[in-house]
């Protein structure tokens, strides 16, 4: 049964429509934006692309012992990455403001599955994609409490998986 580690919660100001998760071990620069993925990853670093409409997004941040339940919720996306962690202490990162450490406690360093889900505030809108050329977002109805008032929330639930191994 998976237990919930550890939770952080922040506001976070994206700039230049991208905001990410970096083992503070790893240069946090150098990724290009990809215009087919919302989600994009390298070695100790995902970044989520987002409307440049976002001035303020609530991310909710869990570390659990295994795979984590699903939230019900009205997500606009979702996606999982695996992800290497080398150094095992992770911060907020954005373009701006650069490496802002955070105190979520992950097991150790190692390979990690990441759940990133999103939400706009329908009321803060309208949003224009960052992917697949501009297009105004159809945005569900949200979860208002979640939103607190911003323009984006986002739940990112994080998991030790085992690496794999070739025998032969």
């Known amino acids: 049964m998976s237990r919930l580690l550890d939770v952080f919660e922040t506001v976070v100001i994206p700039s230049y429509r991208l905001f990410g998760?970096?083992?503070?071990?790893?240069?946090a620069y150098g990724l290009d934006p990809d215009d087919a993925h919302w989600l994009l990853s390298a070695p100790g670093l995902?970044?989520?692309?987002?409307?440049?409409?976002?001035?303020e997004a609530v991310v909710r941040l869990e570390s659990w012992s295994t795979l984590p339940p699903e939230k019900d919720a009205r997500w606009f996306g979702r996606e999982e990455v695996e992800v290497e962690i080398p150094g095992g202490d992770l911060g907020i990162y954005t373009i701006d403001g650069g490496v802002q450490e955070i105190p979520l406690i992950i097991p150790?360093?190692?390979l990690y599955k990441m759940r990133w889900q999103w939400m706009f505030n329908g009321e803060r809108g309208p949003f224009i994609s960052p992917i697949g050329g501009a297009r105004t977002l159809q945005v569900p109805p949200g979860q208002e409490k979640e939103l607190a008032g911003k323009e984006q929330y986002c739940l990112v639930q994080i998991w030790r998986i085992a690496a794999c191994t070739n025998s032969g």
């Not at 998760?21 to 240069?27: I, K, M, P, R, S």
């Not at 995902?46 to 001035?55: A, G, R, T």
């Open 108 to 110: 150790s360093p190692g």
């Open 21 to 27: 998760l970096v083992d503070t071990a790893v240069d």
């Open 46 to 55: 995902v970044y989520l692309q987002v409307p440049s409409q976002v001035i």
